[in-house]
């Protein structure tokens, strides 16, 4: 029994899902790479008085802020010293092999998946690095006692807008992104899912004759 086409593209887009998530995380740590290097540039060049570096551990990344806490010592004393997030910028990047299992799905040339892959890695990267931005303002005013939350309202920040930035960030564009991209970039394909094209009538239907008598 044939597979219609949708039924085809779908059943071949969840098979390619688990390969792009195991490779995803395999490759975590080089592919958080660029999205911590332009989280680091937003958030010290737009607030340096509030953010001091940005470091990458592994597919982790450990944000040092200007906020001043209380922290115990290695021999159990208290000490003050700088609050320091830890964040995970994976969670918001999960977008990479949603749309891996969608492209390689697609019936195009390999060059023209390539360009696809390219254009996909750019717009997910920005939007990546703006959920991580948005949750380190989020975190610091938030989550980090009334020191951040001053902080963060000294530099000018309204919370409504950190807090709807960040829902945005971490729950609209994720799953959003890669399947407007998909459809951005293969509208040919998808016309022709939507509206395949008529098949010649067959010979079975028979010949309209004129007959004499």
Avoid at 121 to 130: D, G, N, P, R, S
């Amino acid at each position: 029994m044939r597979l219609s086409p949708i039924r085809e593209f779908g059943l071949k887009a969840v098979l390619w899902l688990p390969m792009a998530f195991f490779l995803w995380f395999v490759l975590s740590s080089p592919l958080v790479w660029p999205v911590i290097q332009l989280a680091k540039l937003a958030l010290l060049s737009i607030w340096p008085n509030l953010y001091t570096e940005v470091i990458q551990n592994g597919h982790t990344m450990d944000v040092v802020t200007r906020v001043l806490v209380n922290q115990a010592g290695p021999d159990g004393r208290s000490g003050v010293g700088e609050l320091v997030l830890t964040q995970n910028p994976l969670i918001y990047g999960y977008s990479l092999p949603l749309f891996s299992g969608l492209a390689m799905a697609t019936p195009i040339g390999g060059w023209r998946r390539t360009l696809h892959f390219a254009i996909a890695l750019a717009v997910i990267w920005l939007t990546q690095a703006f959920g991580v931005v948005c949750e380190s303002l989020k975190v610091l005013g938030f989550d980090s006692g009334a020191a951040g939350a001053n902080a963060v309202t000294a530099a000018g920040l309204q919370p409504d807008a950190i807090a709807l930035a960040y829902q945005f960030g971490y729950l609209i564009l994720p799953a959003v992104v890669p399947i407007a991209l998909w459809l951005g970039l293969n509208r040919d394909f998808i016309e022709a899912l939507v509206h395949p094209s008529e098949e010649p009538e067959g010979a079975s239907a028979g010949h309209k004759l004129d007959v004499q008598e």
